[in-house]
């Protein structure tokens, strides 16, 4: 059986990832591909639970390292239980967040050594990564007030505008380094253009690989 394809998606807060995520659902189905949609942190019964403990800002003075084992505890258990074995079976996944966003978050934006991260990412996935990653990318103030506008603000969504700055210096940079699987795309646009500009992406992917001539 042909290998499903694992999308990402990435970018900071407010980017509009829900409506992104929302359109390669539509795009995939359209093509009959089987799709599974999933998150991180998150994606499992564990995952979820592991995505509480990081968001709630009761855990404001969380060790940087302790934040970074519980993001890679929760990807280990999404990779192993949920993405590989749905990807075997070939169905597409896709994925609001992955890696990458620890690099972003945790190397960017916290200052980790991205050397540790590159050796958890070693350990815990064995070179294992997405086939395409959309990269949704706006002015840090921008994403804030949209973000602000949606109630209580998670443990992240309390930082300061700096620590977003460097989160998205960070995305950037990666997606420069790795141009054949980022795909960035213009998210301060209004939504209908976002969309489309979605559409003819993923319709792209899709002939690519081989799914649907
Ligand atoms: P979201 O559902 O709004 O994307 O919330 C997830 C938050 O977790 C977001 O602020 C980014 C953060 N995050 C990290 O810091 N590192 C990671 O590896 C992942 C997957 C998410």
């Known amino acids: 059986m042909k290998r499903g394809w694992f999308i990402t998606v990435e970018g900071g807060e407010g980017a509009g990832k829900t409506t992104v995520m929302e359109t390669i659902q539509a795009v995939l189905r359209e093509a009959r591909l089987p799709v599974e949609m999933t998150r991180e942190p998150g994606g499992t ?14 855990w404001q003075g969380m060790h940087q390292d302790t934040e970074l084992l519980l993001m890679f505890a929760a990807r280990a258990e999404h990779v192993h239980r949920r993405i590989r074995p749905a990807l075997a079976a070939g169905r ?4 609001d967040r992955f890696t990458d966003a620890t690099y972003a ?6 200052g980790v050594d991205m050397r540790r991260i590159e050796a958890l990412e070693d ?7 997405p086939d395409r990653t ?13 973000a602000r506008q949606r109630g209580e603000p998670d443990r992240f969504e309390q930082e300061q505008q700096a620590f977003f700055e460097r989160v998205r210096a960070a995305y950037l940079e990666r997606a420069r380094r790795e141009p054949q699987r980022f795909v960035r795309i213009d998210a ?8 489309a500009a979605v559409w003819r992406i993923v319709r792209q992917w899709v002939r690519e690989s081989g799914a649907v001539s």
């Open 188 to 195: 301060a646009l209004d939504l209908p253009q976002v969309r």
């Open 134 to 146: 959309l990269l949704l990318d706006l002015p840090v103030e921008t994403g804030l007030a949209r």
């Open 45 to 58: 019964p564990l995952g979820e639970e592991l995505r509480g403990i990081l968001l709630d800002p009761r």
């Open 105 to 110: 978050y945790q190397g960017g934006g916290r």
């Open 92 to 95: 597409w996944v896709v994925s």
């Open 123 to 129: 350990w815990t996935l064995h070179g294992f990564g």
